[in-house]
């Protein structure tokens, strides 16, 4: 006979108590930022340019998670250029950055011809600025996010992301 009659009620119900904080925890984690850090021209040649678009990704929260997997479309000036997937895993710390390097191929007309009408003259730009933006969805992998996808945009302009990453 037992001692405490009540014990295996109130084990049952700490437990399904900690189980609920566990799967509410999701819940409470703030999304990460997403933010286009820098462009660098890789190769143009025939009918093939490639260039090395870095992300910056913040995470604001006080458990570290993963990248596995990223998809993303790329356009200019409102025209698409690119679309790709990377499986490049990448580790986020806690409250901190990390660049994720991704890798764009496009076709050299539809780069060549979306900066060309940045430049056309009486264009809404005045020849300051390239539109660049990045649409994307992420796959995290981390204890607290579970698996989890979150979709991500960032815009700015392309002439004042060339050239080396920044610092983050």
């Given at each position: ?128 600025k390239i539109e660049f933006k990045i649409n994307g969805k992420?796959?995290l992998d981390g204890i607290f996010y579970g698996t989890n ?14 050239g080396r990453p920044k610092e983050q």
């Amino acid at each position: 006979m037992l001692k405490y009659p009540a014990l295996p009620a109130l084990r049952t119900f700490c437990l399904f108590i900690l189980l609920l904080t566990c799967f509410s925890c999701g819940k409470l984690l703030k999304q990460p930022e997403v933010h286009i850090n820098s462009v660098q021209i890789k190769k143009i040649k025939n009918l093939e340019a490639v260039f090395r678009l870095n992300l910056e990704v913040y995470n604001p929260n006080i458990v570290p998670f993963n990248i596995k997997h990223i998809e993303y479309d790329v356009e200019m000036e409102g025209q698409h250029i690119a679309s790709a997937v990377s499986d490049e895993k990448v580790s986020i710390p806690i409250r901190g950055a990390a660049l994720v390097p991704l890798e764009v191929h496009s076709n050299s007309f539809d780069l060549i011809s979306a900066i060309i009408k940045a430049f056309i003259p009486g264009s809404k730009n005045g020849n300051k600025k390239i539109e660049f933006k990045i649409n994307g969805k992420i796959l995290l992998d981390g204890i607290f996010y579970g698996t989890n996808t979150i979709s991500f945009s960032s815009s700015g302009n392309l002439l004042e992301k060339f050239g080396r990453p920044k610092e983050q």
